[in-house]
């Protein structure tokens, strides 16, 4: 379980490095990507999370689930509860530690980006339209289609025909990339209890310059959400043998 542990903390560091390090460099002050919008950031994400997979496949985690949600739902649909503690531990402190290394990597940009909600923004995630039935539903659905589709991605009867061995995690990149650009306007598409709640945490805890509030009061819909969401999700998949 340790070495799973591993894999799981590693992936999800690699994930927020490069998916918050994406979102820096479109959102901060003096960046080479600054304005380089949505598009851009999509595509970093998906392929942060190609990435993460790699990473924690390599490090010791099969599952390289990098997300409390997917490691519920998969554990809803087997029956097997017994990684959901230690695995939501190791994917947070990765998240913590992934997001400390991007406010470290644009160090200098902090000060020159007056705007606390920009900031912020790097960090973790926050609604188009602060409403909190729609933001939650929002959430809920962005990660039933991620858990819902990896499990289709990676059930028996898609594995009788291919995918070919190594290429799960391009498609999972590509599916976070296709939920990013249909579902992520509303909400940001935290679709990820470790990659908003962590980052928040680092985000309260760093010296960061110029910083704001962390906005708490928005920080359970991330949460919450995509729990909901991949149990559902889990649920489904138990029902109908994927």
Not at 30 to 35: H, I, P, V
Not at 67 to 86: D, H, I, R, Y
Request: hydrophobic share 55%; net charge positive.
């Amino acid at each position: 379980m340790l070495a799973k542990c591993f894999g799981e903390f590693m992936g999800t560091l690699i994930l927020i490095l490069l998916g918050d390090g994406v979102v820096a460099g479109v959102l901060l002050k003096r960046s080479k990507a600054e304005g380089a919008g949505w598009m851009v950031i999509t595509t970093g994400w998906a392929l942060a999370v190609m990435a993460g997979v790699f990473v924690a496949i390599a490090c010791g985690s099969s599952d390289a689930h990098l997300n409390p949600a997917v490691t519920l739902g998969f554990a809803v649909s087997s029956g097997q509860f017994e990684k959901l503690a230690p695995y939501i531990v190791a994917q947070m402190a990765g998240a913590f530690v992934g997001a400390t290394l991007v406010w470290l990597q644009y160090l200098p940009h902090w000060k020159e980006t007056p705007d606390q909600g920009l900031k912020l923004a790097v960090f973790c995630t926050g609604p188009a339209i602060r409403n909190f039935a729609a933001n939650l539903i929002s959430e809920i659905i962005g990660t039933f289609v991620l858990v819902f589709v990896v499990g289709a991605i990676f059930s028996k009867a898609v594995a009788a025909g291919g995918p070919a061995a190594g290429l799960g995690p391009y498609l999972v990149g590509a599916l976070v990339w296709g939920i990013g650009l249909s579902l992520g306007g509303t909400t940001g598409y935290a679709i990820n209890p470790a990659r908003d709640l962590g980052p928040r945490l680092a985000h309260a805890a760093l010296p960061i310059a110029g910083k704001g509030g962390a906005d708490w009061g928005y920080a359970v819909i991330p949460v919450i959400g995509p729990l909901i969401g991949g149990g559902l999700a889990g649920a489904l998949l138990r029902v109908i043998g994927v």
